[in-house]
Structure formats: C-alpha cells, structure tokens
C-alpha cells in the first residue's frame, strides 16, 4: 500500500508517524540473496553464487530466498507485534566487519 510518502522515507520516521494508527514499520536490508537474478549477473565460478561471496561473508554463503522470506513472515505475524522502527539487515555478516 503506497501512502504517497518519499521512498525514502526512514523505516523509523515512518514507525513514529503510523504507530498511534497501530501500523508497525520496519526495514529489511538483505544482502546477497542466491536468486537467478544474481546467477545471471556473470558470476565466476560457472554462476556458483555462494563461491562468489563466500570469502565476503562470514557465514560463508549467499542468503537463501527463504531466509529472508522467513523474517518477512516473522516481522507479518503477530509474533513481532511489539516491533517498530527497526531495520533489520540480514547479510550473513558481511556488515559486521568484512
């Protein structure tokens, strides 16, 4: 649902807007997600995209489809009603320090 405001607008500006409308907002940043689309992207290693990140991840592959779809369903349930204005990276670790 687009509400007309800047795509850019900060998951945390928007959480402190919507939550007296009792709307949680919050952000997923994922990183290498193994997808076609990334596969496609002329990766070495013959499209292998967990050897093309490996040594940039620490968990030492790509994210899988359903790890970030199994935050999304987490962050949609009414197991995560208590957060907002979070912004959660999912990237195997690769912005802690690599």
Same mark, same amino acid.
């Given at each position: ?9 900060? !998951? ?10 009792? &709307? ?51 962050? !949609?349930?009414?197991?995560?009603? @208590? ?6 990276? &999912? ?6 320090? @690599?």
């Amino acid at each position: 649902m687009r509400l007309g405001f800047p795509s850019g607008l900060p !998951a945390k500006t928007a959480a402190l807007e919507f939550a007296s409308l009792g &709307i949680r907002v919050n952000s997923i940043h994922p990183g290498a997600v193994d997808t076609q689309l990334l596969r496609d992207a002329g990766l070495r290693d013959g499209g292998d995209v967990d050897a093309a990140v490996s040594s940039r991840v620490p968990l030492g592959r790509a994210a899988r489809p359903h790890d970030v779809a199994s935050l999304l369903l987490f962050l !949609a349930s009414d197991e995560s009603s @208590y957060i907002t204005g979070a912004e959660f990276v &999912i990237d195997g670790g690769m912005t802690a320090g @690599y």
